[in-house]
């Protein structure tokens, strides 16, 4: 049994912050590295940062960088995304990710068919 499962969403105006949480467990909670991705209406589903699980390296989209902030608490299985200063186009489905292994050169591609493990999602809405 893997599950992984987000919480945090909800509505903020522009400008504003939010904290996202993913608590992984069963083999999602074994993976080499989580990811944030999000989708909205319409629009594919995109990479927003990804972490490795021990050494703590992270990447961005460029959408969301200087932004927003992956970390991870690894002795609660926990992975959290920082968002600040957000802006309307952020409005959007977010879902973590967990990948059992990954190949390094294909990490910072944030691609969606890279990862084993999604949780249901968590609505971010930001108004104007």
């Known amino acids: 049994q893997q599950q992984l499962v987000e919480s945090g969403g909800g509505s903020v105006q522009a400008g504003g912050s939010l904290r996202l949480s993913c608590v992984a467990s069963g083999h999602a909670a074994r993976g080499a590295c989580m990811a944030w991705f999000r989708q909205a209406p319409g629009k594919e589903r995109e990479g927003v940062a990804s972490?490795?699980?021990?050494?703590?390296?992270?990447t961005y989209a460029d959408s969301v960088k200087g932004r927003f902030t992956i970390a991870r608490d690894n002795a609660k299985n926990t992975v959290y995304l920082e968002m600040a200063s957000l802006k309307v186009e952020d409005t959007a489905m977010y879902y973590c990710a967990a990948a059992e292994s990954m190949w390094h050169s294909a990490w910072r591609r944030l691609s969606p068919t890279d990862y084993n493990f999604w949780g249901q999602g968590t609505q971010v809405t930001v108004s104007s």
């Open positions: 972490i490795y699980i021990v050494s703590g390296l992270t």
